[in-house]
């Protein structure tokens, strides 16, 4: 039945290619490093990997930066908005290199992210160990959760 349809007959069909590499791109769309940094930051630029955890009274964001250093950034906080900015600098290269292949990313970058619920900027305790930034956002008590039971009658 499939030897009638018009693309199946021919083996170098292009039409048939195509149909593959969309089947591909649907596989392959939801996977974390799918679209490369330059589609989501522009060329030359790159943003750290992210992680944000909400608990009754925090939220935790921790962030991927190797290779940078502590003084290199630049962290502020606005409601609910969080800004992570800073430079990776690119190492100084000896004149008697070759390279076949350059993939960690160098330069600026600022990721800006929407928050879950408001924090207070001034109760925000910072850490960065082995590459790891990591964020603890105090909760402002009108963002907290608070339950509300319903009565009948």
């Given at each position: 039945?499939?030897?009638?349809?018009?693309?199946?007959?021919?083996?170098n069909n292009?039409?048939?290619?195509?149909?593959?590499?969309i089947d591909?791109?649907?596989?392959?769309?939801?996977?974390?490093?799918?679209?490369?940094?330059?589609?989501?930051?522009?060329n030359g630029?790159?943003?750290?990997?992210?992680?944000?955890?909400?608990?009754?009274?925090?939220?935790?964001?921790?962030?991927?930066?190797?290779?940078?250093?502590?003084?290199?950034?630049?962290?502020?906080?606005?409601?609910?908005?969080?800004?992570?900015?800073?430079?990776?600098?690119?190492?100084?290269?000896?004149?008697?290199?070759?390279?076949?292949?350059?993939?960690?990313?160098?330069?600026?970058?600022?990721?800006?992210?929407?928050?879950?619920?408001?924090?207070?900027?001034?109760?925000?305790?910072?850490?960065?160990?082995?590459?790891?930034?990591?964020?603890?956002?105090?909760?402002?008590?009108?963002?907290?959760?608070?339950?509300?039971?319903?009565?009948?009658?």
């Open positions: 039945m499939l030897d009638k349809l018009p693309w199946k007959r021919n083996k292009h039409a048939e290619e195509l149909h593959r590499e591909n791109i649907y596989d392959r769309f939801f996977e974390p490093d799918f679209m490369p940094s330059s589609y989501i930051f522009g630029k790159w943003g750290p990997k992210l992680d944000i955890s909400e608990g009754r009274k925090n939220i935790i964001v921790k962030a991927e930066i190797p290779g940078i250093e502590a003084k290199d950034l630049d962290i502020t906080i606005d409601g609910r908005r969080l800004n992570i900015r800073g430079e990776k600098k690119q190492e100084q290269t000896e004149e008697e290199e070759t390279y076949y292949r350059i993939e960690r990313s160098y330069g600026y970058f600022n990721r800006t992210i929407e928050l879950p619920a408001e924090a207070d900027p001034e109760k925000v305790d910072t850490s960065y160990k082995k590459g790891i930034l990591k964020i603890k956002l105090r909760k402002t008590k009108s963002s907290e959760t608070k339950r509300i039971k319903v009565t009948s009658g």
